[in-house]
């Protein structure tokens, strides 16, 4: 007698999301993002900020790839980890770093051409970093199985941390 091989459960979107998309470096690249919105925008123009944003998020993305590429080439234990092994780790593991840039900065190239108007284009990158880390927070329930309340009540909090955070990224550079 064979028994059914056991079927795999389809994976739903929101796990694949949360997954792919709610990492730390996601989180921090949305802060990080919007702390440097914030802080170029006096007098800059959106096409200045946009580079600046683009730059900034490339240079810590690189960081954190040298950084972790560093923490894990070498022995772990018994088993040794190539170079090449610990560098693509890296660049998968800090993936979010540069993903969580790109709304905002395509928000800000609408202001640098002109389909918005570059305050509402200012004003809506920094709205766009808020509702990135509600929906980052969302997603963290939800995969939890958290009641759609709990989820929205999670997000909310996760957005307000990180304007909070934000604000103090900003006080203290």
Same mark, same amino acid.
């Given at each position: 007698m064979t028994t059914p091989a056991p079927t795999a459960k389809p994976v739903s979107i929101s796990r694949l999301l949360r997954h792919e998309f709610v990492t730390p470096e996601s989180i921090y690249g949305t802060i990080l993002v919007s702390a440097i919105i914030v802080l170029v925008e006096d007098g800059e123009s959106d096409f200045s900020l946009l580079v600046t944003v683009a730059a900034s998020s490339f240079v810590f993305w690189v960081a954190h790839v040298f950084a972790t590429t560093v923490a894990h080439h070498g022995?772990? $234990?018994?088993?040794?980890?190539?170079?090449?092994? =610990? %560098?693509?780790?890296?660049?998968?593991? @800090? +993936?979010? %770093?540069?993903?969580?840039?790109?709304?905002?900065?395509?928000?800000?190239?609408? $202001?640098?051409?002109?389909?918005?108007?570059?305050? +509402?284009?200012?004003?809506? @990158?920094?709205?766009?970093?808020? %509702?990135?880390?509600?929906?980052? $927070?969302?997603? =963290?329930?939800?995969?939890? $199985?958290a009641r759609w309340y709990t989820c929205l009540l999670a997000g909310a909090v996760t957005g307000l941390l990180g304007v909070a955070v934000i604000m103090l990224k900003v006080v203290f550079h």
């Open positions: 022995r772990t $234990g018994a088993q040794q980890v190539p170079l090449g092994e =610990a %560098l693509a780790y890296a660049v998968r593991h @800090s +993936a979010g %770093l540069l993903t969580s840039a790109i709304i905002p900065i395509l928000v800000l190239a609408l $202001g640098a051409v002109g389909v918005l108007d570059e305050a +509402a284009a200012y004003q809506l @990158s920094l709205l766009v970093g808020v %509702l990135i880390l509600v929906v980052l $927070g969302w997603l =963290a329930f939800a995969d939890r $199985g």
